[in-house]
């Protein structure tokens, strides 16, 4: 990346499945992000627990003595329903809370395979990003191109201009989670002309509740 300027992420949120999948490759992907992000000293936000590509991922972290936290709503815990977080673990009380708390405390997100609730997250970051709540870099691990429809959705949406062509920019993907840490380290946040004048009071979240929930 010689002539790049670089942005320090010293956090990363991953979103993924609290499924194995189908597929190995999904499983052995998950580990080896886990591992990379360990030995660029790179610390993980998650969802908690220990099931699935979530249990994975922060196994393959915590083993390369990287800080681990899980933010995961109380709901979750009772009778042990995701298994024990593999690090320290923050509760809250709403799905709501828990994104809102992942997006303060993340630099950058990552989603890996999953299902409704790893596309809501990846969403809800993006919409957020496109009405600058934040700037903070955001990718998908395509994996034996298990994005490969969601892209070309998107794309789709781009051509029949629902998504503007720089919003389409906030989405990165990569195949391998080194080249997709790399675009996360060189991305630059352009923000739209119009929702850049938007400005969200840093506590809003917390005081007024902001629609946070809506999509463009």
Known sequence: MEG????????????????????????????????????????LVYGGGKL??????????AQHERQ????????FT?????????????KVATMQERLV???ELSDAFIALPGGF????????????????????????????GFFNGLLSFVDHAVKQ????????????????ADELVDKLQAFRFEPDTALSKLKWSPSSSQKEKLDLTLRL
């Open 161 to 176: 201009e629902f998504i503007t062509p720089r919003a389409r920019k906030i989405l990165i993907s990569a195949t391998t």
């Open 4 to 43: 790049v300027s670089v942005r320090k992420i010293k956090k990363i949120c991953v979103f993924c499945g609290a499924n194995s999948g189908k597929d190995v490759a999904f499983v052995n992907a998950a580990f080896h992000l886990g591992e990379v992000l360990g030995k660029r000293k790179i610390d």
């Open 101 to 103: 708390m992942m997006m």
């Open 52 to 61: 699935g590509l979530m249990g994975c991922v922060s196994t393959a972290v």
């Open 117 to 144: 609730g790893t596309l809501e997250e990846l969403f809800q970051m993006i919409s957020w990003a496109q009405l600058n709540i934040h700037n903070k870099p955001i990718g998908v691990l395509n994996i034996n």
């Open 68 to 75: 681990v936290l899980g933010i995961i709503p109380s709901a």
């Open 78 to 90: 009772i009778n042990n329903l995701v298994g024990e977080t593999c690090g320290k673990e923050i």
